[in-house]
C-alpha cells in the first residue's frame, strides 16, 4: 500500500514540501518508487516488491522499530476523523514496533469490526493473534481489561463460527466471568452473562 506525501513527511520529520518532494523525484527518476495520484494527494509506493524488503533489511532493528512507531503516530494524527479505515495498518505498525499493548488494542478494534460485518473466521484470526500477543505481557489490570475486550469480542464470533453450545464458547465466557471478577464493576459483565445463559440453554 501506497503512503501519502503528508504521512511522508511526519513520519520523516521533513517541514520543507519542496526538499520532500525534491527527494522522492529522485527515487522515481532511480524507479525506486512511484507515484499513485490519489485524490486529494499524491501517494508513493516501491516498484517493486525486491526493492522494499532490501531497503527494510538495510535498517537496523532498533530504526526499524522507531521507523514504525514514528508512522503509527502519524496516522494517528492524521487519519483521527476516520481511524476505523487504518485499525489494520495500526496493528501492524504497532506490533512490528515493539509496542505489544497497542496493537493488541487495534488488533481487537479490528475483531469487532469483523463481528459487525458477520466475518466471524476473520474476528477470531485477529482476536486469536491478539490473545497470543497479551501473554507476552507482564500481567496487570490493563492487561486484564484489554484481554476481557478481546474475549467478549471473540464470544460472539464462536458462536457465529461453532454454535451457541460448542465448547470454545463456554470457555471463552467462563474466562471472561473470571477476568470480571478481576478486574471489578465492567460493563462487559451483562454481555458475559448473557453468552453463558446462552450456552446453558442450548447445552441443557
Avoid: W
Avoid at 110 to 128: C, D, K, L, N
Amino acid at each position: 500500500k501506497g503512503s501519502s506525501f503528508s504521512l511522508l513527511g511526519r513520519v520523516l520529520e521533513q517541514s520543507d514540501e519542496e526538499g520532500l518532494y525534491q527527494l522522492l523525484s529522485h527515487l522515481q527518476r532511480g524507479e525506486f518508487i512511484y507515484d499513485q495520484t490519489i485524490f486529494p494527494e499524491s501517494s508513493y509506493t516501491f516498484k517493486h516488491a525486491l526493492t522494499q524488503e532490501v531497503a527494510y533489511r538495510s535498517l537496523f532493528p532498533e530504526q526499524r522499530r522507531s521507523l514504525h512507531e514514528r508512522t503509527a503516530h502519524a496516522i494517528e494524527e492524521l487519519f483521527h476523523a476516520a481511524l476505523a479505515d487504518h485499525y489494520s495498518e495500526l496493528a501492524h505498525h504497532y506490533r512490528r514496533s515493539g509496542n505489544t499493548m497497542k496493537a493488541v488494542v487495534y488488533l481487537q478494534l479490528i475483531g469487532q469490526q469483523a463481528v459487525e460485518q458477520s466475518a466471524y473466521a476473520e474476528a477470531i484470526s485477529h482476536v486469536s493473534t491478539a490473545l497470543e500477543l497479551l501473554k507476552t505481557v507482564p500481567d496487570s489490570l490493563e492487561c486484564r481489561q484489554q484481554e476481557l475486550a478481546l474475549q467478549t469480542t471473540l464470544g460472539p464470533a464462536l458462536m457465529g463460527v461453532r454454535g451457541f453450545s460448542a465448547p470454545e464458547v463456554e470457555q471463552v465466557y467462563t474466562r471472561a466471568r473470571q477476568l470480571c471478577q478481576q478486574v471489578g464493576e465492567t460493563p462487559q459483565l451483562f454481555q458475559v452473562l448473557q453468552g453463558l445463559s446462552a450456552f446453558y440453554a442450548l447445552r441443557g
